[in-house]
């Protein structure tokens, strides 16, 4: 069915046409990811479950939970974006469609990040929008929802740009999931410390300003930089 | 003439230079190690605040700096690889991903028995031993993700590229490391030294980190041979080998 997607446009396309590319992979991957809707809706019911998990595992108690919640919504965010990588290329790498949509005449970084677009969209957007009311859960208060969701809204995106480089580089491998795991993870671990930090600083007085000025600074540099790795790790895996 | 540096980017011509290398470093990084204990254990004096438990840093210390900038060869090795295209780079890579992994061990392992006397405890969440960690899993990233690729040629470009990202995310973890580390508990434990060393002890350090690089390139050049011995199994030029026609 993917291949039918694929088969309609950019043979026509421009050479070097980035913004087209960007567009058409957005589009095409978000119909596809719209077409198995419970599949998305599993994911973010283990971000969910995951984050629901932790009160029962150590205390009900609610200061205890409001010092341990945005770092729990954010590990969690990590594990879901994790779960969700393989979605990016594995699906299009099996059946050959990756092959033919590396041979259009797009730029394969413009297609690149189309499809990170949408796993954002699908994956991280969501998880930012379900942030506040999880955190209800964990006792935060107004002032820092809005931080926790604003630093998830900034970060998410870079999980999902690095975790391409990730899902690229271990197409169809043996135990992909869990070698995607320890190649990601460590690479993850700035956002999630100014992630989680952003809200402790707003508790503290400090104001999140310098937090989330960071996970931006990261967030540009992954926008520059990680297509181009991901497009050589696509290019890598299909050689 | 000029030196042809480019002859010894192929494997058939490195693999004998290598060998005659090898014994030297070897035997470099035997005398250096004897000397650098001799100063470490033998001639610096205990110190007066930490007494003989400091005596671990003459290993602590130069395993750290190893684990870090074999990471950083490493890296220069996959870049030349990626650019130029060299087999013998891949190699290079893939030969120092274990080395660096056991050095970064090593660093972990003896700074926590170097804490439990000092600080009182095994592992703080320091900004250096936190990086230093994570350092380590990168590391097995690499080696991991070499492993589970049949192909050679796709683990060294997939390795490469691993490598790059991970260099260049390497000073944005130290640096997130550490704030988060100033943001909770303040500078209560801290991995710096007492603040003047005596020259001595630095001596011996500086002998010792010596001898760790020789170690380093010395083991990595064995490694490599065995890499190359391994993947060029089918060149008629390593048939010809009289250690191979023997065997």
Known sequence: ?239 | MAFAWSKFSSPASFYPLAGKMIPWFAWGAAILTAIGLWIGFGLAPTDFQQGEAYRIIFIHVPSAWMSMFVYLVMAFWSALYLGFNTRLSAMMAQALAPTGAVMTFIALWTGAFWGRPTWGTYWAWDARMTSELILLFLYFGVIALRAAIEDPRRADRACAVLALVGAINVPIIYYSVKWWNTLHQGASVSATEAPRMASIMLTGMLVMSLAAWFYAIAVVLARVRTIIVERERGAAWLHALPEVAQA
Request: proline content about 6%; hydrophobic content about 60%; glycine content about 8%.
């Open chain 1, 1 to 239: 069915m993917s291949t039918m997607v694929v088969a309609q446009s950019p043979a026509t396309a421009a050479p070097g046409a980035v913004l087209p590319g960007v567009r058409w992979a957005l589009a095409r991957d978000l119909r596809l990811a719209l077409r198995s809707r419970a599949e998305l809706a599993v994911q973010l019911l283990f971000y969910v479950i995951v984050v629901s998990l932790f009160p029962l595992a150590t205390t009900p108690e609610r200061t205890q939970l409001s010092a341990i919640g945005p770092g729990v919504l954010w590990v969690a965010a990590l594990l879901a974006s994790l779960l969700s990588l393989p979605r990016l290329f594995a699906a299009d790498y099996a059946d050959g469609t990756l092959e033919q949509i590396a041979l259009s005449p797009y730029p394969l970084e413009s297609l690149v990040v189309g499809k990170v677009l949408a796993h954002w969209l699908t994956t991280g957007l969501p998880i930012v929008l379900l942030a506040p009311i999880l955190g209800l859960q964990y006792a935060l208060d107004n002032e820092l929802l809005v931080v926790l969701a604003a630093a998830l809204l900034i970060g998410t995106p870079v999980l999902s740009l690095l975790g391409a480089i990730g899902a690229a580089l271990t197409l169809g491998l043996r135990g992909g999931s869990s070698l995607l795991a320890l190649l990601i993870l460590p690479l993850y671990v700035p956002l999630l410390i100014f992630g989680a930090g952003a809200v402790e600083a707003t508790r503290s007085g400090l104001g999140a300003t310098a937090h989330l000025s960071l996970l931006g600074a990261a967030f540009l540099v992954a926008l520059v930089g990680t297509p181009f790795a991901a497009a050589a790790s696509v290019r890598i895996a299909l050689d």
